[in-house]
């Protein structure tokens, strides 16, 4: 155990009596919470757990590959299933193949409120990876999902489709990868699109959806088309959509559809914000921006190599025109095709052929970091309240012009967790990140954030997890906890392991 060399070992009954207050939180804690963990090493015990489990439980799932021979379809509220290990490739959950039409054709079905899925992988399925919907027993709304730290790859339909009879709101899609590494194959008994029906997230009836830090790579059908990456319809309002990568995908992030059954807004409110946006060629779009109202595209970097015609396009119809769209501070190189009726802003864009390719670290891959050659972006931004940080989360000046585009120019690349310590990461800094850290103590991390580096506990991210790891993880003990931020001792750490042990109420099925 090392110490944290900022704090000083209990010395004397002083020191000692600062031990009973955590302690005694402790077992408040305990004696207040009825959740039990259960910890699964087969499909047999991950679907036991997952039928048998009640409100408030964790589901522990060890490393290993997982045959979805059994659908998960989880209706109890309030569940969180977690790879124990913390990397995201060690735990697997599979299906029969996306182009295979048997088997299990979805890999995880939350059909409860309050459901939690982090550091695993889902593929290999004929239709979607996650689904959002409501119970349809029930009733009971997918509200309060969370999916994070999450690998979706190879699904034949949508990566995370969200559909019911009711609006899912509040639902995290933070940290996940979507993957497309086999070619998608004709489905010629398909009723709407043998060729092309493929997307990465598809929902619908959302509210306060916040889709952010995500990876959308190479998502393509049959006939170089499909849906988009970033897909929202039909009665979405106020979603955020932020600090995204799309990668060689057929489309980019489309608000609303051409078809509307509903004969209203598709996209009421909300703001998308520092994506880089890039897509696969083809006559599709990067952006589709359709019967929206009131919806911010704020400080984006989009990049098309070919066919610029719609990089971005608006549309409407004269009974639903477009109601108060604000394009500002974004970076295109492509058009934008506007065939709207309705009311649309575009202010200190930078817009064509203009912006060229030397302005970006790697165009053709979609890393759209500015190079010191984009002049014209660099300090030229007006300063937007809903624009405070850029892609890689760091923050923009404060008292100075900031960049048009994604990228701040001289941040550094990748995506950064928001608070250091935060191993879960649940954006709390709290006794189970001490559990993470202390589990890898001594092990060398070789990979980066965020399949190694904070998951694993190794938050100065160099090659091992040690002492620096544990003062970091210290120095900010008690954010986001709502709670006193005391740092605990390492005697006190002790008792707290031991204690949480012993609360702990393991069921097994």
Request: charged share 15%; with cysteine; glycine share 12%.
């Amino acid at each position: 155990m090392f110490l944290n060399p900022h704090k000083k070992s209990p010395g004397n009954l002083s020191a000692l009596a600062g031990l009973i207050g955590p302690v005694v939180a402790l077992l408040v804690l305990a004696s207040a919470a009825p959740a039990a963990v259960w910890n699964v090493s087969t499909f047999g015990e991950l679907r036991g757990a997952a039928l048998g489990a009640t409100p408030g439980d964790e589901i522990l799932i060890a490393p290993g590959s997982y045959h979805v021979t059994s659908p998960l379809y989880v209706t109890t509220r309030d569940l969180v299933f977690r790879g124990v290990s913390g990397n995201r490739d060690d735990v697997v959950l599979y299906g029969n193949g996306m182009n295979v039409n048997s088997g299990v054709l979805e890999g995880f079905w939350t059909a409860a409120n309050g459901i939690e899925l982090y550091n695993l992988t889902i593929k290999d399925f004929w239709h979607h990876g996650v689904h959002v919907s409501n119970d349809q027993a029930s009733g009971d709304l997918a509200d309060d999902v969370v999916i994070s730290n999450v690998k979706i790859q190879n699904c034949g339909e949508r990566y995370i489709k969200g559909s019911g009879n009711g609006t899912s709101s509040n639902v995290l899609v933070e940290n996940v990868h979507f993957l497309q590494t086999e070619a998608y194959l004709p489905r010629p008994d398909h009723s709407v699109d043998e060729y092309n029906y493929i997307g990465g997230i598809d929902a619908m009836h959302t509210s306060n959806w916040i889709i952010r830090d995500n990876r959308f790579e190479g998502i393509m059908g049959a006939a170089n088309g499909g849906r988009g990456a970033i897909f929202l319809w039909v009665g979405a309002t106020n979603p955020t959509i932020e600090r995204n990568v799309i990668v060689g995908c057929a489309e980019g992030i489309d608000l609303g559809n051409g078809y509307n059954p509903t004969g209203t807004w598709h996209v009421v409110g909300g703001v998308v914000r520092n994506n880089f946006i890039g897509w696969g060629g083809g006559d599709n779009r990067a952006v589709q921006l359709g019967y929206t109202k009131d919806v911010k595209f704020y400080n984006n970097t989009i990049y098309t190599d070919t066919n610029y015609h719609r990089a971005v396009h608006i549309y409407d119809s004269a009974t639903i025109p477009t109601t108060n769209l604000v394009l500002e501070n974004n970076l295109i190189r492509g058009t934008i095709a506007d065939s709207s009726t309705g009311a649309i802003t575009l202010t200190n864009n930078i817009i064509g052929s203009a912006v060229d390719p030397a302005w970006f670290v790697d165009p053709l891959a979609s890393d759209l970091h500015l190079t010191a050659l984009a002049t014209a972006a660099i300090d030229q931004a007006t300063t937007l309240a809903d624009v405070t940080d850029d892609y890689d989360a760091h923050a923009r000046p404060v008292g100075d012009f900031p960049d048009i585009g994604a990228d701040e120019y001289g941040s550094s690349p990748g995506p950064q967790l928001p608070t250091p310590g935060d191993a879960q990461p649940d954006g709390k800094v709290d006794g189970g990140d001490y559990t993470i850290w202390a589990d890898n103590y001594g092990k060398t991390d070789a990979l980066p954030w965020p399949d190694g580096g904070w998951v694993v506990g190794n938050f100065t991210e160099d090659t091992n997890v040690d002492g620096g790891d544990y003062t970091i993880w210290a120095d900010n003990y008690g954010y986001g906890t709502g709670g006193a931020a005391a740092i605990p001792e390492p005697m006190t750490l002790a008792l707290l392991s031991v204690g949480g042990a012993v609360c702990l109420v393991r069921k097994r099925r």
